[in-house]
Every structure is written in C-alpha cells, then in structure tokens.
C-alpha cells in the first residue's frame, strides 16, 4: 500500500526558509514521478516541482524555480522540498504525490496518491 506522509511546514516570516519532507512508502519501480503541489486559499490546487527517481529528471513550475530545491533520499524514502525567499503568496497547503509517469502527474496533474497536506504560512 503506497503512502505519503509530510511534515515540516509551518510558519515563517517571509525572507525565510522552510524544508518539507515527503516520507513514502509501499513504492515498486513503477512508482517513478515524486512531486509537491500547493493550494492556495480560494485557489486551484497546482503542482510546483517534480522529480523522477531513476533518472536525472526535475521540474518546477517557474515561478518557484529560482527559490524552491526538490531533491531525494534514496536511502530513507523522502522526497524533500526546500523553500527559500518564502513569500506571503508562497501560503498555500503543500502536497506530496506520486505518480507513475511525468505525464500523468504534471501535464495531466492527476497523480495516484497523494498525502494528506501540509499548512505552509508566510507573513509580511
């Protein structure tokens, strides 16, 4: 049974940093994209940044790209998302989710599993 679980949100005054972690499990090697989305208050859920596991293969949506890091740990199953330059826009419930092709979880945005979310708050 796959799963996703996050953790290390919060709040942050905005300038500062915040690392989420997406810990996974019950993964098979068709388990292949990772990736964060948000939501925003009153705002459609969208996908932020993405990795694949097996190949050298990450992607962010623009607007994160010079501050937001995805990267893996193989060993211990996460995922992490490290945020810098948090902004009061950034304030946004974050997701982990998983899917099996880039496709399907960034062009389509309709990844298999997801976590259950994360509060991620920035103030002015």
């Known amino acids: 049974q796959v799963q996703l679980v996050e953790s290390g949100g919060g709040s942050v005054q905005a300038g500062g940093s915040l690392r989420l972690s997406c810990k996974f499990s019950g993964f098979t090697d068709r388990h292949n994209i990772v990736g964060w989305f948000r939501q925003a208050p009153g705002k459609e859920r969208d996908r932020i940044a993405a990795?694949?596991?097996?190949?050298?293969?990450?992607y962010y949506l623009p607007s994160v790209k010079d501050r937001f890091t995805i990267s893996e740990d193989t060993a211990e199953n996460i995922v992490y998302l490290q945020m810098n330059k948090l902004k009061p826009s950034d304030t946004a419930i974050y997701y982990c989710?998983?899917?099996?092709?880039?496709?399907?979880?960034?062009?389509?945005?309709?990844?298999?599993?997801w976590g259950q979310g994360i509060q991620v708050t920035v103030s002015p």
């Open positions: 990795i694949n596991r097996w190949v050298d293969l990450i």
């Open positions: 989710a998983a899917a099996g092709d880039f496709t399907t979880l960034w062009i389509r945005e309709r990844p298999e599993y």
